[in-house]
């Protein structure tokens, strides 16, 4: 008997009688799906609508050949990407990158007296000389109410002003900080690009107009000066408003003033009063607010009585009375603009 797998006829002249003479003829099936015409199914067959018994196929390029599942998810990750970076380049809300460097600037005035200093009149109520307005510590902070701004909420508001409040308690009303050198408290409440500047600040004060110690807080030489009592006498006012469409900005401005003694001694007989007036300007992003911690770009300082030679940067340097009236102390020296040894921002007054 002959092949079962060879037709009946025999085997074509030629021929070999197997599928290995039309193998190069067979088309796999990508080839059937690059195709740029397509055979219409039955049903559209059926349908007589169409003229034609093929139809053009839209060229995709290499996507042609994908499952349509493939192409749809393909547009709709791009798609997705697409928005992403729209929303992220365009949005008034979006993340800066954290500032670095030396943020804060200081400027500093020297107060010295026009006259001896004198102690007060009562020490168990140094502050009795004051005239109205003042008030005990954070009451005189005059912090307002809070309210919406263009791109901030009522809440972003009140968060900000909460954190300026606090820092204003811990740096100018603290005696840890006043007093006894402390500084971890305040540091804590700084964004991480201004930490740097503050440690150099505290462990190397130069004045340099970034690196007083003095700029950030209100410090005085333990070894000279201790508190006659821990009551800080405040008035000022607090506002907030817009720098830009990210930040907010808190700027405060406020006299405080301390009763002070020598060190070393009990004596509560002899008390001065010193004041200072410190200008600060701060500012806060959505991560500021977020942590609790604000950015101190700018600190403008009076302060006094004080010798107009006297160097701030570390301590303040109060004058203080003395048991029997000392001499009057020299007037300000007259300033010449021509002498550039010295810097133009050291300044003197006179305290009234």
């Known amino acids: 008997m002959g092949d079962p797998r060879e037709p009946p006829e025999g085997t074509p002249d030629g021929g070999s009688g197997n599928e290995d003479e039309y193998r190069s003829v067979v088309f796999d099936e990508s080839f059937v799906r690059a195709a740029r015409i397509q055979e219409l199914s039955a049903i559209e067959r059926l349908g007589g609508h169409h003229p034609r018994a093929v139809r053009a196929r839209i ?18 990750v791009a798609m997705a990407f697409a928005a992403a ?11 800066a990158a954290a ?8 400027s500093m005035l020297a107060l010295s007296p026009s006259s001896a200093v004198t102690p007060v009149a009562d020490f168990r109520n140094p502050f009795a000389a004051l005239p109205a307005g003042y008030a005990d510590g954070p009451a005189g902070f005059g912090v307002p109410a809070a309210a919406a701004t263009a791109h901030f909420t009522k809440i972003e508001v009140t968060r900000a002003l909460e954190v300026a409040e606090h820092y204003l308690t811990v740096a100018d009303l603290s005696p840890a900080v006043l007093t006894q050198g402390e500084t971890a408290e305040v540091r804590a409440l700084l964004t991480p690009g201004e930490q740097a500047q503050y440690d150099e600040s505290m462990n190397n004060p130069q004045d340099d107009q970034h690196h007083a110690a003095t700029g950030w807080v209100v410090r005085f030489d333990p070894g000279q000066v201790a508190l006659a009592t821990d009551v800080v006498k405040v008035t000022g006012v607090m506002a907030f408003a817009e720098a830009d469409s990210g930040t907010l900005q808190v700027t405060t401005d406020h006299t405080f003033v301390y009763a002070l003694r020598a060190a070393g001694t009990e004596n509560p007989l002899v008390v001065s009063l010193f004041s200072v007036r410190r200008d600060l300007r701060m500012e806060f992003d959505r991560t500021d607010l977020g942590a609790g911690r604000l950015r ?22 109060p004058v203080l009375a003395a048991k029997a009236p000392g001499p009057a102390p020299a007037a300000p020296s007259p300033v010449d603009p021509a002498d550039h040894t010295h810097p133009a921002w050291q300044l003197c007054g006179t305290l009234r």
């Open 99 to 106: 500032p670095t460097g030396n943020q804060l600037t200081v």
């Open 85 to 95: 970076v729209y929303f992220g380049v365009s949005s008034p809300r979006r993340l």
């Open 296 to 317: 101190l770009v700018d600190a403008a300082e009076q302060s006094g009585p004080t010798s107009c030679s006297a160097q701030l940067a570390d301590h303040l340097q």
């Open 59 to 76: 060229g995709f390029g290499p996507l042609g050949s994908l499952p349509r599942q493939a192409v749809a998810l393909l547009l709709l």
